[in-house]
């Protein structure tokens, strides 16, 4: 025996209703994504064995390290108030937006 295309149609109504219900009931979701450079790893800086003879080499590299970990911490703490805004419950603060 055919369905009558009538309560198919009321039967599909009523299940799209039930999942709109059941969809706004959740906790809201993040649309806007942290850059993704922000998402990106950045290799630590290698120091060559040569710029072991010369302390101005040296003294690049610990700079190089030294930018390379400031800018993952900023990385880090970008993420940190997207999440915030987001409505993540953290239990720490996020650090503040370092001043331009």
């Known amino acids: 025996m055919r369905s009558s295309p009538r309560p198919m149609r009321s039967l599909a109504l009523a299940g799209c209703a039930a999942l709109a219900c059941?969809?706004?009931?959740?906790?809201?979701?993040?649309?806007?994504?942290?850059?993704s450079a922000d998402l990106r790893v950045e290799a630590k800086p290698?120091?060559?064995?040569?710029?072991?003879?010369?302390?101005?080499?040296?003294?690049?590299?610990?700079?190089?390290?030294e930018a390379w970990g400031e800018r993952g911490w900023a990385a880090v703490a970008r993420i940190c108030r997207w999440a915030q805004a987001?409505?993540?419950?953290l239990p720490f603060r996020c650090p503040a937006p370092a001043a331009p």
């Open 22 to 35: 059941s969809c706004a009931s959740r906790e809201p979701r993040l649309t806007a994504y942290p850059p």
């Open 46 to 65: 290698v120091l060559a064995p040569e710029a072991l003879a010369s302390d101005n080499a040296l003294a690049e590299h610990d700079a190089a390290v």
């Open 86 to 89: 987001g409505g993540a419950d």
